[in-house]
């Protein structure tokens, strides 16, 4: 037996005044928005027949997402902040804007503020120097007639041999792993930092047991982010995604795209005053 009742008078009306469009006040634009999620909530709830068992989970299930801070990465997990992103590049393809490195997600870890430094950077504070291999970055910011572009802010962060953020993970120092490296005359920033391991979303978080209930890991393959930027420029949004991990193709964030994929260039030769295997990247 399906009993629908959302689309009469009586329940229009109910939502239309929870919308606030009995009142003056407000933000009409929200007011709209409201309305909408309102109708298709009821619609969702009627074309499921979800039980009152079923709804209130859901309710509790935003809550714990919220105690936990877990929004930004279930929208990372859904493939919402990759939508959001595949939607930025359509609308600068309908207004001309192609070409340079591909865009891909932020996801939920920056923090903004980081040191900034000029030209060349040390990342990594030193405490997993036992643990880790030192991992060299540099690369150029050119633009689309690849003249190089000096002053340009290159935000960059990443996570540690744990694949965990400063910040988010309490243990780490400061700003660990997060730097602003302005680049030099020829548009070049360097870094020495410490290769990371990937981000695996907490087997106890809101997050991972939805993927569960979806038959899905909660795994990013290692990867470097970085925020682009200088003045009279578009801001970029990217990532190097690190060749030859398992999970390169298969991120729970959908993040990886081609052309973002690094590969690190592992030596043992002593230059650069380091002691057994290093490696670089150039991006
Ligand atoms: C990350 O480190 C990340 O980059 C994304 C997109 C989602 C979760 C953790
Ligand atoms: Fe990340």
Redesign the pocket.
Known sequence: MTVRIAQTNETQALFKEAAGFANNDGNPRLKKIMFRVLNDVAKLIEDFDLTEDEFWTFADYVNRLGQRSEA??LI??LGI?RFLDMRQDAIGAAAGQTGGTPR??????YVAGAPVVQGTARMDDGSEDDVGIVMFLEGQVVDLDGQPIAGATVDVW??NTK?N?SFFDKSQSEYNLRRRIITDAEGRYRARSIVPSG?G?DPQGPTQACLDLLGRH?Q?PA?I?FFISSPGYRHLTT?INLAGDKYLWD???Y?TRDGLVGELNFREDGARGIAGRYAELQF
């Open positions: 930004g990465l990372a997990g902040e891909t997600i932020e996801g939920p870890l990443h996570a694949g953020y981000y979303c909660g990013r990867h982010h990532q991120d729970f964030a993040a």
